[in-house]
C-alpha cells in the first residue's frame, strides 16, 4: 500500500521501486512470452528496478526476438514453453503457487489467459467480475483518473457494473487514495428526461456504493468535465466533494471508456497504466501502440496493486469463489 | 492524403465568401444575458457576417453588453423577459423564415432542447431529427474533427444512426469538405455480434458503399486511434482505407462516447472547439456555461456555414 497517495505514473513507478527496495519485489510472468514489445517492457521495468521477470513461451523466438531489438535477457529468466496455452497454465500455476504476483499477457488472445486464470483449479478466482481499469495521468489534471471498464464486460448488467466499480475502488486503496472519489458518467449533470437512458442502473450502483462502502465518496450522473474541472463545476454550480476532484470515473459503455482515453492518450499526451482486476493477482496487459512509460507505468500499477493484495490479506477478508 | 479543414478560420473565410454581396444572416440571441455569448455575437456582427436580433430581456441585454464592450448597436431587439417565452418565440419565428440561426445565450441545455423538440415550438419537422454536431481541432490534429452526437442522442439504435449519419455528412459538407471521412466509431475495428456498435458501423459502412448513403467515405467500425492515426490503423492491417488515419468527422454509438471526446479535448487537448444542432428549421448554437467567446464564436461559424448552404 502506498504511504502517500500515487498522483502520476512517474509516481506510481516510484511507489513500485520502494516496494522492491523494501524487499518486496515482485515477479511478473509473462505468458508466451514471444512478443517483443512485452519483452522489452518486462526487461526495462526489470532494469528499473521494481520487477523480476519469467519469460515463459517459445524460448528460440524470445530470444531471437530481444536479440534484433539490442534487449539483453541476462536478468531474466526464461523458461521453454513452446505450445501457448501451456505457456498461460505455466505462467498461472506459478501465480497459483506464490512463485509469481503478477501474470502478464504476451502472444496470445487476452480471452485465452483469462479464461486459464480462472480456471478453478488454480483457485486464483477473485469477485466473480473481471474488469479492466485505465489509469491515466493526464497533463493537466492534477491527479490520475481511473476510467472503468474499457476492455472486459461489453454490456454490464447493474451488478456487474458495481463489482466493476468495486474493482477501481482496491485499485484506489493500493494507490493509496482516501477517500476515494467516484463519478458516475453522464453527458448531463443532471438525469432528465431523454438523456437519463441509464439513470437508473446509474442509481442503483450510487447507492448500493454508499451502504456498502466507506471512505468514498460517489455521484452521479456528472461528465468529464464537472469530474475534473473546477472552472466547469463552478459553472455549473455544482459542490460536491467529487467535482473537479475526482478519482475514478465510471463509465458507460466500453466504447465511450475506449474512445475517450483513446483520445486523451493521442491529444492529450496523457500518459496510460492499465490493469485486469478481479482476480486474486492483477493481470497486466500492454498493447504494441503503448509507449515505454505507458507500459512501464502499467507493469508498477499491477506490482503496487499484487503488493496492495499481498500487505492487506485483501483476498482472504473478501473471500472469493475460489 | 486529403486535406481536411484545417482550423475554424477556413470555415470563417468560406463563410465570408458565400455572404459576399448579400444580407448577413439574421441570427437570434435568446435569453441574452450571457456575456461570452454577446461577445461572440459582437464580434460576428462587426464581421458583417450577421445581424442580430436578440430576443429576451433587452435592458439586461444592454446593460450586459455595456459592462463588456461588446457593441449591439446594429441589433434588433425583441423584449421578452420570461425565458420560456423568449425560446418558443425564436423557435417559431426560425420554423416562420424569419431568422436564419438562433444561439442560446444563458440557462439550462437540457431545458432549451426540452423546449426545442416540443410539438408547440414546430420548429423540428416530422420524421428529421436533431442532433449536435461538434467540431473539435485538437492541437496534435492536422484538422477540424467533426464528431457527433455529445449533446441531443442519448443511445441511437440502427435506424437512428442513419439520419445521423446524414446530418454529419451535412455539416461537414457546409464547412467545406467535398467528400468527408466519416469514421463510424467503436471500441475496436472488427465487428463482434455481441458488440452492438461494431455491427451497427459495419452496416453504416456497407450502406455508404452501396449509395445508401451519400456524399460521404464512410469507414466502420473503427477504434479511435485507427481512425486519427494512419501508423496504428497499419498496424492492425488496414491499408485499403479512405477514412483510417484521416478521419474528417467521428460518429459515435451513445452520447457519452462524444461528450467525453468533446470535453477531454476542450479541457486537455489544447483544442478549439465548436458545435452546432442540425436537423431543425434552422442551425442552432448551444454551448456549455464556461463556453468563452473562441468557442461560443467557432459554433456560431459552424451554423453560418450550414445557414449559407
Same mark, same amino acid.
Given at each position: ?95 497459483? +503457487? ?40 493526464? *497533463? ?20 456487474? +457494473? ?16 482516501? *477517500?476515494? +472519489? ?40 456528472? *461528465? ?57 493477482? *492483477? ?11 505507458? +507500459? ?27 | ?74 441589433? /434588433?431587439?425583441?423584449?421578452? $423577459? ?36 416540443? /410539438? ?16 473539435? @481541432? ?75 448513403? @451519400? ?71 448551444? $454551448? ?22
Amino acid at each position: 500500500m502506498a504511504d502517500d497517495p500515487i498522483q502520476s505514473a512517474q509516481e506510481l513507478i516510484d511507489a513500485a521501486r520502494r516496494i522492491a527496495d523494501a524487499g518486496r519485489k515482485k515477479r511478473v510472468a509473462v505468458a508466451a512470452a514471444q512478443d517483443v514489445d512485452v519483452i522489452e517492457a518486462v526487461s526495462q521495468a526489470e532494469a528499473d528496478g521494481f520487477l523480476d521477470g519469467s519469460l515463459i513461451g517459445d524460448e528460440r523466438t524470445i530470444r531471437s526476438l530481444a536479440e534484433e531489438r539490442g534487449i539483453t535477457l541476462d536478468n531474466l529468466e526464461v523458461i521453454a514453453q513452446d505450445d501457448v496455452s501451456s505457456a498461460a497454465h505455466r505462467a498461472v500455476g506459478m501465480a497459483a +503457487k506464490g512463485d509469481a504476483d503478477v501474470v502478464m499477457k504476451g502472444f496470445l488472445p487476452t480471452s485465452a489467459l483469462l479464461r486459464t486464470v480462472l480456471d478453478k483449479q488454480y483457485g486464483l478466482r477473485g469477485s466473480g467480475t473481471i474488469s479492466h481499469c485505465a489509469v491515466l495521468d493526464i *497533463p493537466g489534471y492534477h491527479k490520475m483518473l481511473n476510467f472503468t471498464d474499457g476492455g472486459m464486460v461489453v454490456a454490464p448488467d447493474p451488478e456487474q +457494473k458495481y463489482q466493476i466499480l468495486s474493482n477501481a475502488v482496491t485499485v484506489a486503496r493500493a494507490m493509496g487514495l482516501s *477517500p476515494v +472519489k467516484v463519478a458516475v458518467s453522464g453527458a448531463y449533470h443532471q438525469a432528465v428526461g431523454a438523456v437519463a437512458h441509464n439513470a437508473s442502473d446509474q442509481g442503483l450502483v450510487v447507492k448500493r456504493a454508499r451502504e456498502n462502502m466507506s471512505d468514498i465518496e460517489i455521484t452521479g450522473p456528472m *461528465p468529464l468535465d464537472v469530474s475534473t474541472s473546477r472552472r466547469a463545476a463552478e459553472a455549473y454550480g455544482v459542490d460536491h466533494p467529487v467535482a473537479a476532484d475526482a478519482d475514478i470515473f465510471l463509465v458507460n459503455s466500453i466504447e465511450e471508456c475506449n474512445i475517450t482515453c483513446k483520445a486523451l492518450i493521442n491529444f492529450a499526451q496523457a500518459i496510460f497504466c492499465g490493469v485486469v482486476v478481479g482476480a486474486r493477482i *492483477p493481470v497486466s496487459l500492454v498493447s504494441r501502440t503503448d509507449t515505454v512509460m505507458n +507500459k512501464k507505468a502499467s507493469l508498477a500499477l499491477a506490482c503496487v496493486l499484487a503488493d496492495y493484495y499481498a500487505q492487506t490479506g485483501h483476498w482472504d477478508k473478501q473471500g472469493g469463489a475460489s | 492524403m486529403s486535406v481536411g479543414i484545417a482550423g475554424f478560420d477556413r470555415i470563417r473565410d468560406l463563410v465570408s465568401k458565400r455572404l459576399e454581396g448579400k444580407e448577413p444572416l439574421r441570427t437570434a440571441l435568446v435569453v441574452p444575458s450571457s456575456t461570452e455569448a454577446i461577445k461572440a455575437i459582437a464580434q460576428a456582427a462587426s464581421e458583417g457576417l450577421i445581424a442580430p436580433v436578440i430576443v429576451g430581456d433587452a435592458a439586461l441585454c444592454r446593460q450586459t453588453a455595456d459592462e463588456c464592450g461588446a457593441d449591439l448597436a446594429s441589433a /434588433e431587439f425583441l423584449d421578452l $423577459n420570461q425565458p420560456d417565452m423568449a425560446m418558443m418565440t425564436a423557435f417559431q419565428m426560425a420554423a416562420k423564415g424569419e431568422v436564419q440561426v438562433i444561439v442560446k445565450g444563458r440557462g439550462s441545455t437540457v431545458d432549451f432542447l426540452q423546449h426545442l423538440l416540443s /410539438e408547440e415550438a414546430r420548429f423540428v419537422k416530422p420524421k428529421s431529427l436533431v442532433t449536435h454536431v461538434a467540431g473539435i @481541432k485538437p492541437k496534435r490534429y492536422d484538422r477540424v474533427l467533426f464528431v457527433s452526437d455529445a449533446a441531443v442522442v442519448p443511445q441511437p439504435d440502427l435506424k437512428t444512426k442513419i439520419p445521423m449519419l446524414s446530418n454529419l455528412i451535412g455539416v461537414c459538407q457546409a464547412c467545406g469538405l467535398e467528400r468527408p471521412r466519416v469514421a463510424v466509431l467503436g471500441a475496436v475495428e472488427v465487428v463482434y455480434p455481441q458488440m452492438q456498435a461494431t455491427v451497427d458501423a459495419a452496416v453504416l459502412d456497407k450502406m455508404a458503399t452501396r449509395g445508401q448513403i @451519400k456524399g460521404a467515405y464512410v469507414d466502420g467500425p473503427l477504434s479511435f486511434d485507427c481512425a486519427i492515426d494512419r501508423a496504428a490503423a497499419e498496424a492492425k492491417g488496414i491499408t485499403d482505407s479512405q477514412v483510417a488515419g484521416q478521419a474528417d468527422a467521428m460518429l459515435t454509438s451513445n452520447i457519452e462516447t462524444a461528450n467525453g471526446i468533446l470535453k477531454g479535448m476542450k479541457l486537455y487537448g489544447d483544442a478549439d472547439v465548436g458545435g452546432v444542432l442540425v436537423g431543425g428549421a434552422v442551425p442552432v448554437v448551444i $454551448n456549455t456555461r464556461y463556453d468563452e467567446q473562441t468557442t461560443r464564436y467557432h459554433s456560431l461559424l459552424m451554423a453560418l456555414a450550414v445557414a449559407s448552404t
